[in-house]
């Protein structure tokens, strides 16, 4: 994964409070936030004149408090494809991240508020999502595996390969993924490789097309 | 508000006498202080309603002969027999004069009409009917409780549009119908309460054969005498019903009306319900859960320095601690605005004078109602205030405030909310706003609201919230 020198961020939330709090966050990880706004028009404003690496937003934003955060990122998505779009939400919500995930994955994140507190995940979030990465909240994958139809099919997985099943969905990298779960790649490589073929998914190289082939997966319905 | 009060009086006072309702008792509104019509008054009233005390089996309720004389020849003397008599005769009288009047002008209109002038004196003869039947309606008032008008259908435009409309009028033609009955029934009604008094006055004064008068008829007749104005009164009581099936109020109307505002009332109260859980949610969502979230973040950058800049650690911890007071603040309102602890523990005074306690522009409170309010009568108060407060401190820019709630007479009785600032106005109910779910709520429980606020203020709340709501009362809105 490239990391590039200084990443520079722009920052969309309507409460001061939180906004002030996130932006400290990132400078203190050496990251660059040329602007700090509180809606989504100013928002994208921002983008088009500072061309940013990664907008971090809120779902609820003025005038409507409802989703202007994910109607905002999906403008950006399509209107400045290099930039990277971390949506920050109150709760889980399955139709926003479906709604941002579905088509390309690259360079997106969906994820609660909450997480922000965990600062060196968080951080590590923003990087592989500006980077082009992908982030989806373990809540919103938990829901997705509690909630899919295949349950038969993720019965047959171990709990080992149910728990890399998730942090591939949240986004996680090979490297990502042995690091948190303390094992070494090679274990890693092994259990993708059990999970790939007892579900019969795409072998996908990338990190983020396997996050959208796991999704797909849970989110089929059918 | 005050006419709302007046309408509600009018119609608590009117009399519910259907015509599946002949027997008097159910027709007095408080049975208790008037004696309903016709029933025994006196001691076997008193006897029948402590039966525990009596042993079983048939009981002289009367202490002594006299009690019971009295009790047997009292309705002589009041003077509600004599008023049923006269109104009796008067029927009797009066109905076929009142026929006949109505049969010629009918006759005449009817004739006329062939040459086409008749049409224009249809309007005129339908307010004949109708000034008529005013007339009896108010007479029944000698031998009942009064009876309200049954509605009658609204003018049409024009001369035409009120000729169509008065021979399209089920209750104008329901009129025609009293008219032409009473000419019948008037007599036959005053001919069954007379005969009692016809029997008593043959054997007083002779007549009849076989016994005729003397010592013996007479003490026939005293002891029968009482029985007379007993009969009067329950043909008075045949005659009321006979007037209140005829001219009174639709009942099934006005069922059907207060049904279709009980339907509307609920949809508003599930929509306020509803918008009231929204704004929970925004409360906590956008306030504490990001309160909580910013003071996390405090706490996570003072960790990382810690060791390597403990100064700015401590400042960032005082930080946290500032968000965490203002954080347990925001819960506490959040709280209050969903029920209030002091109005369960103080009463709705003192839960009004917290809800002002914290504002920054001086707004009074007068409370007027000494005695304990029910609980929902009290948790609508405070919630029409606490939601009127807010609107002020939020959008009106008021100088002043003042909160009043005062008594209502009634009926029905009620406490009145009066809020008023001095704000620049335009507060507008139809408009998605506090003031909807306010007006849901008052509504719901039977209550009136009504908002004052022109452009340019001042604005003035007044919520009335009556003291029991009652399903099959009609409410401000109803038929």
Not at chain 2, 17 to 27: F, K, V
Not at chain 2, 109 to 115: E, Q, R
Not at chain 2, 377 to 390: D, G, L, N, P, R
Request: hydrophobic share 45%.
């Amino acid at each position: 994964m490239r990391e590039p020198v200084v990443l520079r961020a722009v920052v969309a939330d309507d409460s001061v409070l939180l906004r002030d709090g996130v932006v400290r966050l990132l400078e203190d990880a050496g990251i660059d936030v040329v602007a700090a706004i509180g809606d989504g028009d100013a928002l994208l404003a921002a983008v088009a004149e500072h061309r940013p690496d990664l907008a971090i937003v809120d779902v609820r934003m003025p005038p409507t408090h409802t989703d202007e955060g994910i109607r905002a990122a999906l403008a950006i998505r399509s209107a400045h494809p290099e930039v990277a779009v971390l949506v920050l939400s109150q709760y889980v919500e399955e139709r926003y991240a479906t709604d941002l995930l579905s088509g390309n994955t690259s360079g997106v994140g969906y994820l609660l508020k909450d997480r922000v507190v965990d600062v060196e995940d968080f951080i590590a979030a923003v990087r592989r999502v500006a980077a082009g990465g992908s982030a989806v909240d373990a809540d919103v994958v938990a829901q997705l595996l509690g909630r899919t139809s295949r349950g038969t099919e993720l019965d047959r997985l171990t709990p080992r390969e149910r728990e890399v099943l998730g942090l591939m969905a949240e986004g996680l990298s090979n490297s990502g993924i042995a690091e948190r779960l303390v094992i070494s790649l090679g274990a890693v490589e092994k259990h993708i490789s059990n999970v790939f073929t007892k579900l019969g998914l795409d072998r996908e190289e990338h990190a983020h097309r396997r996050v959208l082939a796991v999704l797909t997966y849970l989110g089929d319905r059918s | 508000m005050g006419t709302l009060i007046e309408q509600d009086a009018g119609r608590d006072d009117g009399p519910v006498t259907g015509p599946a309702e002949p027997t008097p008792a159910g027709r007095g509104p408080e049975p208790r202080e008037a004696p309903p019509w016709g029933a025994p008054t006196g001691p076997p009233a008193d006897a029948a309603r402590r039966p525990p005390v009596q042993p079983a089996g048939f009981t002289w309720p009367f202490e002594s002969v006299a009690d019971a004389a009295e009790w047997w020849y009292r309705p002589l003397i009041e003077s509600r027999s004599w008023l049923a008599l006269a109104h009796l005769f008067v029927f009797a009288v009066w109905g076929p004069v009142m026929f006949a009047v109505a049969a010629v002008a009918t006759a005449i209109v009817v004739g006329l009409s062939f040459i086409g002038v008749g049409l224009l004196l249809v309007v005129p003869l339908f307010a004949l009917f109708d000034a008529f039947c005013r007339v009896e309606r108010h007479r029944a008032e000698w031998i009942g409780p009064p009876i309200a008008a049954r509605a009658l259908d609204a003018d049409g435009g024009g001369y035409w549009g009120r000729t169509r409309g008065r021979l399209a009028d089920a209750t104008r033609w329901r009129q025609v119908g009293f008219v032409a009955a009473s000419c019948v029934v008037g007599p036959v009604l005053f001919a069954v309460a007379a005969l009692p008094w016809s029997i008593v006055f043959q054997f007083a004064f002779g007549g009849v054969g076989w016994f005729g008068a003397g010592l013996g008829g007479l003490v026939i007749a005293a002891l029968l005498v009482g029985a007379a104005p007993r009969a009067t009164i329950a043909v008075a009581n045949v005659a009321h019903a006979y007037v209140s099936w005829f001219l009174g109020p639709d009942e099934n109307a006005r069922l059907a009306g207060r049904v279709e505002e009980l339907a509307t009332q609920r949809q508003q109260i599930l929509d306020a319900v509803d918008g009231e859980r929204r704004r929970i949610e925004r409360n906590l969502h956008d306030g504490v859960q990001q309160q909580l979230v910013a003071l996390g973040i405090d706490v996570a950058r003072a960790r990382a320095r810690i060791d390597d800049d403990p100064d700015a650690a401590r400042a960032l911890l005082d930080e946290a601690r500032d968000k965490v007071r203002a954080a347990v603040g925001e819960l506490r309102l959040i709280g209050r605005g969903l029920h209030p602890a002091v109005l369960d523990d103080r009463g709705l005074d003192a839960a009004l004078s917290s809800v002002v306690a914290d504002s920054p522009i001086p707004i009074s409170v007068s409370m007027t109602v000494e005695r304990r309010l029910p609980d929902d009568v009290a948790t609508t108060a405070y919630y029409v205030v606490s939601e009127a407060v807010a609107n002020i401190l939020k959008h009106s820019h008021a100088r002043v405030g003042s909160v009043r709630v005062d008594d209502v007479a009634g009926p029905p009785r009620a406490i009145r909310v009066t809020i008023h600032d001095d704000g620049h106005g335009g507060a507008d109910a139809s408009r998605g706003s506090g003031l909807a779910g306010m007006r849901a709520r008052v509504e719901g429980v039977d209550g009136s609201f009504r908002v004052a606020s022109p452009p340019g203020g001042p604005t003035t709340i007044v919520a009335v919230i009556p003291l029991a709501a009652d399903a099959s009362r009609p409410g401000p809105g109803g038929a």
